[in-house]
């Protein structure tokens, strides 16, 4: 069983649409995250998430809605995409306190 | 504020040849350290994670990294790299708040 899974793996849109990516969790971890990692493969933190509640929104363009319908979920929205928006986005968890966090496969994201 | 400096942006080893990564970190208190991997199209793996105790820890594939206070380092090595090593690694640090912070990556080449 996948611990973080995300779908869809690849998604090639246009500018303008608006799209969600989906991340799921079966580690039973209180806390979830979006990560952007740039074209450099830097790691830039988005959204965090602790049982349900925003906890950490970094400065992203309210374009970007996280939304976690339950604890083992946090789906990224994104409006009005533009090309800049172009990137891997990563899903993670962790349980809380001290401890790692668990990473999806990341979704690549096209905009044209 | 918390922060991750890899120096190295790319390093090239021969196969066999020894392995160190350099990381730097930037933190007030206790510092909680991980380094991931990440190979080509993939999430990121947990290599290893120090939280306290002792200052050598081990990881997975053969990997270990040691904690050095008085440097504010917890550089990566290993004895003799494979070329399945070949991937980009990301030194972080986290804090009782579930924040994780990444460095830029050290994007490793092994040659035959």
Known sequence: ?112 | AQSVTQPDIHITVSEGASLELRCNYSYGATPYLFWYVQSPGQGLQLLLKYFSGDTLVQGIKGFEAEFKRSQSSFNLRKPSVHWSDAAEYFCAVGNTGNQFYFGTGTSLTVIP
């Open chain 1, 1 to 112: 069983d996948t611990a973080v899974s995300q779908t869809p793996k690849y998604l090639v849109t246009q500018m303008g649409n608006d799209k969600s990516i989906k991340c799921e969790q079966n580690l039973g971890h209180d806390t979830m995250y979006w990560y952007k990692q740039d074209s450099k493969k830097f790691l830039k933190i988005m959204f965090s998430y602790n049982n349900k509640e925003l906890i950490i929104n970094e400065t992203v363009p309210n374009r970007f809605s996280p939304k976690s319908p339950d604890k083992a979920h946090l789906n990224l929205h994104i409006n009005s995409l533009e090309l800049g928006d172009s990137a891997v986005y990563f899903c993670a968890s962790s349980r809380g306190g001290i401890t790692e966090a668990f990473f999806g496969q990341g979704t690549r994201l096209t905009v044209v």
